[in-house]
């Protein structure tokens, strides 16, 4: 796409990239000329005397900006802060909503310390022009409902002005919108805040009257064609009122209530609705509710959420909207590198950051961001999979690239890749990482399995993750990575046969419903020198060359317990001669015939970069995004939700979290002496809660 063709509105706002010369990401600027490289000089809006006339600004790069027509940039003006502009702007189907308002449309906002609906009534234009390049703020001013949540009757109060940012759900009310205008003025006063109505836009359009349950058939439907869609139980519906008021429910029961003919259908509406149940109809109890959000009304008077169509459609992806708020985003042919440590900040930080979930996506948006977001080995196995121009291949590059390079990636994108992977159960349920993980590798990026494990019958099987498999007695209470790899290895007779470049290691526990271990002592080195199929070892007493090897030692407390036990012959004799030792059947292991003892045994180590943790059915991640002990995140695909179960969208969220490195660089025994309760809450969640530790090798972070 050629630049040119890209600016054809002249404003924009910075999406991405660090602060250059007075524009940092949220800020909102004009075009003012194309330099050379793809870059172009902007000037800024947003000062402090009169936001709408635009200042000195800067060199602006064309893939750190987004454009937005006028009306666009004078909403997100009025917003002050830029992280909610970004917050907004990466939504939607919302952004798209408020931008189409109009008079008497029905609108929920942010109030005090809750959320109330109410009407728009007016569009305001906040502040002076002086030119005509100058941008007047945009806000709304919206009549609440009373505390019925009806339309009020009474003596209007005086309206509230908000932003769209305070908007957080629009539900039209006219099927014909009327459009809200305003008209150019200026007023004197270099300091004075002018806010100027529209005379035109005000009381057009009829009220809607108190509704009960004797006349809910009568004032809240209108006549409407038989509904062909075959609705159920969880169906999101709306129903249209004669006064053109549309209200928004779940079906709760279906059925033939009291005397009535036909199917009928309880419903339980977004909002309170004054002379609604809780759930009763014609003193019978047909399900509950919260009280005056139950209406009852024949399914032919129901249609389908047209919010959110495609759960009606069989599509899992949310309402594609005509003119999309997200930045767009072009694929480029190269893949993009990991997000590197001085940027990862500033780029992921942040809500409507990271993945957004959707429909128990969970499982999947952390398993995404904790194997891509900054890891290097991944990169180095998945740099050339096969069929790389398989629609699938295409789409999971498309995400990594997204989120490295604008650190965001909507519930679109991932939901598309869950329909490729081919199974229903993907598209539609929560499954475990593993088997996700195990589908990923083989299916979809080709790749051999990571792990190589050969047992003592010299049978070699392949693996994609380790699962740990112990008896509690064989370990402390508070256990190691370290120490449940160790011993999960020694038990089942397990070497690896090559150095893994990513070794994925499972706990041992299933789910939110068993975990064998109530915390876990994360190991940022993982060492796994012992564990190498035929590699050379050193004694565990005195360091030399080992060639013996015993698993009844392992949990002897007298010699440092869940430490793998290896032996020269000499310390061999002396350890076994100890009386509680001599039933004990050490193994000889193999040693290359003309090393000597004192060959120095080179170490081979993994490093810890993320882990993924599980509670009450919920999947985040903690991700190591640099080389300092304090560069950790925390992701949480689903941390906030705008709208209801039913309707609405999730709000991901990513959180620096140093407070987890702090932690962790706490010596080996202080940290089995430290209680957990009394950790930080994220850290406290890590060790609670953790369920896969993913390490790379420490020879590629070199």
Request: net charge neutral.
């Amino acid at each position: 796409m050629e630049p040119r063709s890209v600016f054809n509105e002249t404003f924009f706002i910075v999406t991405r990239g660090k602060s250059r010369k007075g524009f940092c990401r949220g800020c909102i600027g004009r075009v003012e000329a194309e330099m050379k490289r793809g870059e172009f000089m902007g000037l800024l809006y947003g000062g402090s005397s009169n936001p709408g006339s635009p200042k000195n600004g800067g060199l602006v790069r064309k893939e750190d900006m987004y454009p937005l027509t006028r009306h666009q940039a004078q909403l997100l003006l009025f917003v002050s802060s830029a992280s909610k502009r970004l917050e907004l702007l990466c939504n939607p189907q919302l952004f798209s909503a408020i931008c189409d308002l109009a008079q008497d449309d029905l609108v929920v906002v942010k109030h005090k310390n809750g959320h109330l609906p109410g009407l728009v009534k007016n569009l305001m234009q906040i502040g002076r022009k002086e030119n005509k390049d100058d941008l007047y703020m945009l806000g709304f001013e919206v009549e609440f409902v009373d505390n019925d949540h009806n339309l009020s009757s009474k003596k209007p109060a005086p309206l509230s002005l908000f932003s769209a940012a305070d908007i957080i759900q629009v539900v039209s009310s006219y099927s014909v919108p009327l459009g809200l205008q305003w008209r150019d003025g200026r007023c004197g006063g270099l300091n004075r805040r002018v806010v100027m109505r529209n005379s035109c836009m005000a009381n057009i359009g009829s009220r809607a009257q108190p509704v009960t349950e004797n006349h809910i058939e009568q004032s809240l439907i209108q006549n409407q064609s038989v509904s062909t869609v075959p609705f159920e139980v969880g169906s999101m519906v709306e129903v249209v009122s004669n006064s053109g008021i549309t209200v928004y429910g779940v079906i709760r029961w279906l059925g033939i209530p009291g005397e009535k003919t036909g199917e009928w259908a309880g419903i339980e509406l977004d909002y309170e609705v004054k002379g609604c149940s809780d759930g009763t109809y014609g003193g019978q109890r047909y399900f509950t509710c919260t009280k005056s959000r139950a209406l009852f009304v024949p399914i032919t008077k129901c249609s389908p959420d047209s919010r959110f169509l495609s759960a009606f459609t069989g599509e899992e992806t949310l309402k594609a909207t005509e003119t999309p708020a997200v930045p767009p985003y072009e694929d480029p042919d190269e893949d993009v590198p990991p997000i590197p440590e001085s940027e990862a900040l500033s780029l992921l930080v942040g809500k409507m950051k990271g993945i957004q979930g959707h429909i128990n996506s969970c499982y999947l948006d952390a398993t995404l961001f904790s194997l891509f977001s900054s890891s290097v080995t991944l990169d180095g196995i998945c740099q050339k999979p096969a069929d790389t121009e398989q629609p699938i291949t295409c789409t999971l590059r498309a995400i990594v690239n997204r989120l490295r390079r604008q650190g965001f990636v909507p519930a679109e994108s991932v939901m598309n890749f869950r329909k490729l992977l081919g199974c229903d159960t993907f598209r539609t349920e929560e499954k475990d990482p593993e088997e996700f993980i195990t589908v990923l590798f083989q299916k979809v990026l080709c790749i051999e399995p990571l792990l190589k494990l050969r047992s003592k019958r010299e049978t070699s099987q392949g693996a994609y993750t380790f699962q740990i498999f112990l008896e509690k007695e064989q370990i402390g209470q508070i256990p190691t990575v370290q120490q449940l790899l160790d011993t999960s290895c020694l038990s089942g007779d397990l070497k690896f046969e090559t150095m893994p470049s990513c070794l994925i290691v499972q706990m041992p526990r299933f789910g939110n419903k068993y975990k064998m271990f109530s915390h876990i002592i994360p190991s940022l080195e993982l060492d796994i020198t012992d564990l190498l199929y035929n590699s050379l070892r050193e004694c565990f007493v005195c360091g030399r060359l080992a060639e013996y090897e015993c698993l009844q030692c392992l949990p002897d407390r007298k010699l440092q317990p869940g430490r793998i036990k290896q032996y020269c012959t000499t310390c061999n004799t002396q350890v076994h001669n100890h009386p509680s030792r001599q039933d004990h059947s050490p193994s000889a292991l193999a040693v290359p015939a003309g090393v000597a003892s004192d060959t120095p045994v080179p170490r081979h180590t993994m490093q810890l970069f993320a882990v993924l943790c599980i509670q009450t059915s919920h999947y985040v991640s903690f991700v190591k995004y640099g080389s300092d002990p304090q560069s950790w995140l925390f992701f949480d695909s689903m941390s906030d939700r705008c709208g209801n179960d039913q309707s609405g969208y999730n709000i991901p969220e990513v959180r620096a979290c140093p407070e987890l490195g702090d932690f962790l660089c706490q010596p080996e025994e202080e940290l089995s002496r430290a209680n957990p309760s009394q950790a930080p809450e994220l850290v406290r969640r890590l060790l609670c809660d953790s369920y896969m530790f993913l390490y790379q090798s420490s020879a590629t972070l070199i």
